[in-house]
């Protein structure tokens, strides 16, 4: 195990709903990021949180948005959600090193 | 742009056959780390390697391998004596290392090879 926690483990939406997901991060690290992996196809980079602030997008609408705490704990947020969203969602940790410790990741399903 | 491709979709094997996956990535950077995760049904992405780009030296662990050739921008992969524990998704993935003071910098995976072990 990696030490990443994530919750909840499922969570089912309809669509225009708002979701949160959550994300411990391994003791230690400081920086989380967030990836989207639909069904069949590798992760994407959605974004990234270094001692609290974002620090890299990739490819995803302001829609969705997040936080990180000060014991560097995050919450990624999905707004106004589509059925496109439905979706595993993967919080990784890192220090310093490049090798990021992913977490059991969130599955997300909108109808 | 970076792009990762990962051109074998599925991989069937039966138990204690070899088995190599393939990777070619694309990057402008000079400096850049690549990775392997495999991910079980369980959904979790499991570490296995990270390779710096400026070394080039294969690497062995256990029944693993990994070919590194930065002429041809490939990092394959290799089970030795495969399992049906071996069963999963394998990703590669690249990061560039620009240097920031920040660390793990965003991944870009391939669409992944899903391996099969057969008994």
């Known amino acids: 195990e990696t030490g990443v926690t994530q919750s909840p483990t499922h969570l089912i939406k309809t669509r225009g709903q708002q979701v949160t997901l959550r994300c411990s991060s391994q003791?230690?690290?400081?920086?989380v990021s967030w990836y989207q992996q639909a069904l069949g196809q590798g992760p994407q980079f959605i974004f990234q949180?270094?001692?609290?602030?974002?620090?890299g997008r990739g490819n995803f609408p302001p829609r969705f948005s997040g936080l990180q705490f000060p014991n560097y704990s995050s919450e990624l947020n999905v707004n106004a959600l589509e059925l496109d969203d439905s979706a595993l969602y993967l919080c990784?940790?890192?220090?310093?090193?490049?090798?990021?410790?992913f977490g059991p990741g969130t599955r997300l399903t909108v109808t | 742009a970076q792009k990762v491709t990962q051109a074998q979709t599925e991989i069937s094997v039966v138990e204690k056959e070899d088995v190599t996956l393939d990777c070619v990535y694309e990057?402008?950077?000079?400096?850049?780390?690549l990775f392997w995760y495999k991910q079980p049904p369980s959904g979790e992405l499991v570490f296995l390697i990270r390779?710096?780009?400026?070394?080039?030296q294969n690497e062995i662990s256990g029944r693993y391998s990994w070919n590194f050739q930065k002429s041809t921008s490939s990092f394959n992969f290799t089970i030795t004596a495969s399992q049906v524990v071996d069963s999963a998704v394998y990703f590669c993935?690249?990061?560039?290392?620009?240097?920031?003071?920040?660390?793990?910098?965003?991944?870009?995976f391939g669409e992944g090879t899903q391996l099969t072990v057969n008994p």
């Open positions: 990784a940790s890192s220090r310093n090193s490049y090798e990021q410790y």
């Open positions: 003791s230690g690290h400081n920086t």
């Open positions: 949180y270094y001692r609290e602030e974002e620090n």
């Open positions: 990057t402008r950077d000079t400096t850049y780390y």
């Open positions: 390779r710096n780009s400026f070394d080039e």
């Open positions: 993935a690249l990061s560039e290392a620009g240097g920031r003071e920040t660390s793990g910098s965003r991944l870009t």
